[in-house]
């Protein structure tokens, strides 16, 4: 968690999304999820709870609800980050921001899980802590490894 937020430019409190108001957030291991268990020796990272969706980012695995479809990922799972849907993340002309964003994970058998959170920042963080979080469980390195030159 810690190395994912040294990889962006912006603290939590200073986020910015073009929704209406902030539904993704930082948990902390005090949290309780009433959406899903959780495992043993799992803690709580992120979550988004929109009306019609739900995240929870986990040091072990990514949970999706989307309209009541139940999805998780875990890090031998996990194969990409994909592109599929970016283009639904950008404005476009003559219209305003999304006021989400969609993530989509490529699974290992190349099924494909998509994830919501609000648009902007969050969107930006909660790929990249994603991804550190996968690597670094399958592979044991992270994805974005700031140096420790940059934040003495």
């Known amino acids: 968690m810690e190395i994912t937020l040294r990889c962006i430019d912006k603290k939590p409190e200073d986020w910015h999304t073009f929704n209406d108001?902030?539904?993704t957030k930082i948990v902390d291991n005090n949290y309780k999820s009433t959406k899903v268990y959780l495992l043993p020796n799992e803690l709580p990272i992120l979550e988004c709870d929109l009306n019609d969706s739900y995240l929870l980012v986990t040091s072990n695995r990514v949970i999706s609800?989307?309209?009541?479809?139940?999805?998780?990922?875990y890090p031998n799972d996990f194969y990409e980050l994909c592109n599929d849907y970016e283009k639904f993340n950008y404005k476009k002309e003559g219209?305003?921001?999304p006021k989400t964003n969609i993530i989509c994970i490529e699974k290992v058998d190349g099924r494909k899980v998509l994830l919501k959170v609000d648009s902007d920042y969050p969107s930006f963080f909660t790929k990249i802590l994603i991804y550190n979080i996968m690597l670094y469980k399958k592979e044991g390195r992270w994805y974005l490894n700031p140096s420790k030159k940059n934040h003495e």
């Open 65 to 73: 609800m989307i309209n009541n479809n139940f999805y998780e990922i």
């Open 95 to 97: 219209y305003d921001h």
């Open 21 to 23: 108001k902030m539904y």
